[in-house]
């Protein structure tokens, strides 16, 4: 009998099912930790759970001539609760996407098209990069300063995936110059000095 009760509260306390089969973002409501608050199952359709937008370019004419088109929890409810994600890449000729982080979320990203060099700095501050033909995957670890460029001389599309309906995300060079960081602060806390933090700012859009 014992040995019986043991097996079944194995069997339970192992059990990740949840009470509910799924909880479909109501972005109406309030956003918390853990994510938005469910819809009504009632008002759930089908479309909750697909996104259509990732068959469609980004528009690559920006300052880094790259493009993210999320289907994060905020364009995409189905996958709010899940813990997954997806976006699509787009890197024109000479793209990049800066040095930046995902706080909440580690990524694989795989090439369809094109050469892309990425690469991650771990926290004991090694560097990993690597050239990827399509084809190719590579993950970064959550919460590491990582990036991707353009390695060939043509455009290039990547999908990536993330471990979090919402990884988040912060770019360095954005988080240091395109705000209002007094640029004396900037300097102390870098070892920049003023004409490159200047300089920056006036590229990226920083006051101060
Ligand atoms: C792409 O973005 C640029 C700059 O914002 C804009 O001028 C251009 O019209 C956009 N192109 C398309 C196809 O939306």
């Not at 509260?9 to 909880?23: G, Y």
């Not at 880094?64 to 088109?69: D, M, Q, S």
């Not at 813990?83 to 699509?88: E, L």
């Amino acid at each position: 009998m014992l040995h019986i009760i043991f097996l079944f509260s194995l069997l339970f306390s192992s059990s990740h099912a949840s009470v509910l089969d799924f909880c479909v973002a109501d972005l109406m409501g309030p956003i918390g930790p853990a994510g938005y608050s469910c819809k009504k199952p009632a008002k759930v359709t089908a479309d909750d759970f697909v996104f259509s937008g990732l068959g469609i370019a980004g528009n690559t004419s920006n300052l880094i001539k790259a493009a993210v088109t999320p289907a994060f929890d905020a364009q995409f409810p189905g996958v709010n609760g899940l813990g997954i994600s997806m976006a699509r890449l787009d890197l024109a000729a000479d793209g990049v996407i800066p040095l930046h982080t995902h706080p909440g979320a580690s990524e694989v990203l795989v090439v369809v098209q094109g050469s892309i060099c990425a690469g991650f700095i771990s926290s004991a501050n090694t560097v990993y990069f690597k050239s990827l033909k399509t084809g190719d995957i590579m993950t970064f670890p959550q919460g590491l300063l990582h990036f991707q460029l353009n390695s060939g001389g043509s455009p290039a599309l990547a999908f990536v995936s993330f471990s979090s309906a919402n990884p988040g995300l912060q770019i360095l060079d954005f988080a240091l110059f395109a705000n209002d960081f007094p640029s004396e602060l900037i300097e102390k806390t870098t070892f920049l000095d003023d004409a490159q933090v200047k300089k920056l700012k006036a590229v990226l859009g920083g006051t101060g």
